[in-house]
T-cell receptor, first 116, second 112 residues
Framework: DVKVTQSSRYLVKRTGEKVFLECVQD?????MFWYRQDPGLGLRLIYF???????EKGDIPEGYSVSREKKERFSLILESASTNQTSMYLC???????????????FGQGTRLTVV | QKEVEQDPGPLSVPEGAIVSLNCTYS??????FMWYRQYSRKGPELLMY????GNKEDGRFTAQVDKSSKYISLFIRDSQPSDSATYLC????????????FGRGTSLIVHP
């Protein structure tokens, strides 16, 4: 089974702190994604990466950065956390080769971040 | 207009009912169609996928794709309270990085 693991289920941080969210996948997937999910807004793509050291902005990259130094690991960084970044953060991975059982993106369990 | 439209619900049905969940889309390049189930406070889990048009069945679940109408459906037969969750549709085009585009999700409540 594909496994995508996020480092924390729940986090509480103070405004202005630098926050690191870590994600690791064990399926040798090329693509990795960070989303945030808010009630009524659905999943919004923050950043994605299609290869090591490669990154592309998604729909809402402002206030975030990412790092992908190894294929299996994709980190999301909140440079200076703000209360409007309180949200559920979801990491996902997928293969370049969408065939058969490899089709689709596979998600981690999510990190519920609260910024106070 | 969003690329993928999905009625947020909630959809409330009695146990044993047949449930129909739907999405419409505008991008004719979409070839891969997926349904995810998300329980409260958990990450989405991939439920079913379909390539191009047609039907796919897995137990109580059937996924249908009608590319001519740009319309996809997920049917749940003999619905159970454990099916209560948010269902998200997703789709992607061939080539590139297969970045999925998600609907906003439909909340389903199956009451005993």
């Amino acid at each position: 089974d594909v496994k995508v693991t996020q480092s924390s289920r729940y986090l509480v941080k103070r405004t202005g702190e630098k926050v690191f969210l870590e994600c690791v996948q064990d399926m040798d997937h090329e693509n990795m994604f960070w989303y945030r999910q808010d009630p009524g807004l659905g999943l919004r793509l923050i950043y994605f990466s299609y290869d090591v050291k490669m990154k592309e902005k998604g729909d809402i990259p402002e206030g975030y950065s990412v790092s992908r130094e190894k294929k299996e690991r994709f980190s999301l960084i909140l440079e200076s956390a703000s209360t409007n970044q309180t949200s559920m953060y979801l990491c996902a991975s997928s293969s370049h080769y969408q065939t058969g059982e490899g089709t689709g993106a596979f998600f981690g369990q999510g990190t519920r971040l609260t910024v106070v | 207009q969003k690329e993928v439209e999905q009625d947020p619900g909630p959809l409330s049905v009695p146990e044993g009912a047949i449930v129909s969940l739907n999405c419409t889309y505008s991008n004719s390049a979409f070839q891969y169609f997926m349904w995810y189930r998300q329980y409260s406070r958990k990450g989405p889990e991939l439920l079913m996928y379909t390539y191009s048009s047609g039907n796919k069945e897995d137990g109580r679940f059937t996924a249908q794709v009608d590319k001519s109408s740009k319309y996809i459906s997920l049917f749940i037969r003999d619905s159970q309270p454990s099916d209560s969750a948010t269902y998200l549709c997703a789709m992607s085009a061939t080539g590139g990085s297969y970045i999925p585009t998600f609907g906003r999700g439909t909340s389903l409540i199956v009451h005993p």
